[in-house]
T-cell receptor, first 112, second 113 residues
Framework: SQELEQSPQSLIVQEGKNLTINCTSS?????LYWYKQKYGEGLIFLMMLQKGGEEKSHEKITAKLDEKKQQSSLHITASQPSHAGIYLCGADGTGTASKLTFGTGTRLQVTL | DTAVSQTPKYLVTQMGNDKSIKCEQNLGHDTMYWYKQDSKKFLKIMFS???????INETVPNRFSPKSPDKAHLNLHINSLELGDSAVYFC????????????FGEGSRLTVL
């Protein structure tokens, strides 16, 4: 089964600083998803990447999938307190019934 | 208008009891899921249904039984609750079975005493 490792496990940054979260897979990624979870709430979809080398941005968040499709990164520019939460990467397996498997999560705190 | 809604949001119960969590989606999606999130926030898939048919059944104790009366609903029934069942259970839906983003409910926090 697909295993996704995220790093770092937790991160504390000062408001205004940039940060990067990584997601590494043991297998080729066929669909890579980034979600954010605020404490005590559900998961909010951020972005989906499918092609090697693909990069997407939304507001101050940029996600990339490497050419080999085994690693993805999520970069936040000029972090704000609203960025705080748990970031999860998820990946599709192969086959007609895919189970979206999630990574170990990265807890982000943004201090003032 | 909530896309994926779960009830109840909170559930506190004694060991040995039986409880159910209900999920409904109004997105017209074919596929629905149950995930379990433990205290370390690790999210693990339990079941998936596509058009009322069970398509994914992970290694989950038999005490957990999903039921999908129609493709808009996926309920989770748990028998003989144990302390280790305490977790947040998330329902999710997806347009197709193998690609596309999942839409999550807000979660149901189950506490077994």
């Amino acid at each position: 089964s697909q295993e996704l490792e995220q790093s770092p496990q937790s991160l504390i940054v000062q408001e205004g600083k940039n940060l990067t979260i990584n997601c590494t897979s043991s297998k080729t990624l066929y669909g890579l998803y980034w979600y954010k979870q605020k404490y005590g709430e559900g998961l909010i979809f951020l972005m989906m990447l499918q092609k090697g080398g693909e990069e997407k941005s939304h507001e101050k968040i940029t996600a990339k999938l490497d050419e080999k499709k085994q690693q993805s990164s999520l970069h936040i520019t000029a972090s704000q307190p609203s960025h705080a939460g748990i970031y999860l990467c998820g990946a599709d397996g192969t086959g007609t019934a895919s189970k979206l498997t999630f990574g170990t999560g990265t807890r982000l705190q943004v201090t003032l | 208008d909530t896309a994926v809604s779960q009830t109840p949001k909170y559930l506190v119960t004694q060991m040995g009891n039986d409880k159910s969590i209900k999920c409904e989606q109004n997105l017209g999606h074919d596929t629905m899921y149950w995930y379990k999130q433990d205290s370390k926030k690790f999210l693990k898939i339990m079941f998936s249904y596509n058009n009322k048919e069970l398509i994914i059944n992970e290694t989950v104790p038999n005490r957990f039984s999903p039921k999908s009366p129609d493709k808009a609903h996926l309920n989770l029934h748990i028998n003989s609750l144990e302390l280790g069942d305490s977790a947040v259970y998330f329902c999710a839906s997806r347009g197709t079975a193998n690609t596309g983003e999942l839409f999550f409910g807000e979660g149901s926090r189950l506490t077994v005493l």
